[in-house]
């Protein structure tokens, strides 16, 4: 089949424009993505964040206790919250009570029993941004080695003092029977409030 000069000229045209095109497209989706993932900062919590959980009876606070030692990674930007994710690691051996008294029962085998199970560990699944800088953070919580989902009430808000500094307020409630706790013992409710109080800063 015979193409004359013009129609030759005109098909390498043709071809080199759809080459562009598609380059600039390829080009584009490498932008966006890296673009979306840039969103994600990424921070830790303080030292000085606050840890732990609250035992309760009959309405009443129980006993308190704070994780002394927490390992924590959190990406998070509030422009793109479907982006965030973070995961906790706490040393239950670090476990300090405001009632000493009652750190043997909780440490030993019919409740945390530390002997066998030494973290607690929440890994997020999902942050749902419920707007005013308030969050409900999805994930899951392993316990006494139970796994079971576990939604935290959060809240993030900007520093005053220093750009760097979230400050965060988060709680969940569980069931300790939920976890393998299932022992009834006197004075000792099914109920544990989970709480984090403090700041992450950026890294």
Known sequence: M???PINKKLNKVDLKLKTIIKTGLLSLAICLALTSQSFARSWTLTPKSDVGFEIK?????VVKAKFN????????????PQNASTHLVMDVESLSFSKPLFKHMI????LFYVEKYKTVIFKSIQFKDLGNGKYNVLGHLTLRGVT??????????PSM??????????????????FG???GI???????NLHLSGQCEMN
């Open 2 to 4: 015979y193409l004359n």
């Open 57 to 61: 009876s009959m309405g009443l606070t």
């Open 69 to 80: 030692q927490v390992q924590s990674t959190m990406q998070f930007d509030a422009k793109a």
């Open 107 to 110: 440490l030993g085998e019919d």
């Open 148 to 157: 079971k989902p576990v939604i935290f009430e959060t809240t993030f808000k």
């Open 161 to 178: 003092s220093n750009a760097n500094l979230l400050d965060v307020q988060a709680s969940a409630v569980i069931n300790r029977r939920d």
């Open 181 to 183: 706790m299932k022992k």
């Open 186 to 192: 006197a004075g000792v409710g099914d109920k544990v």
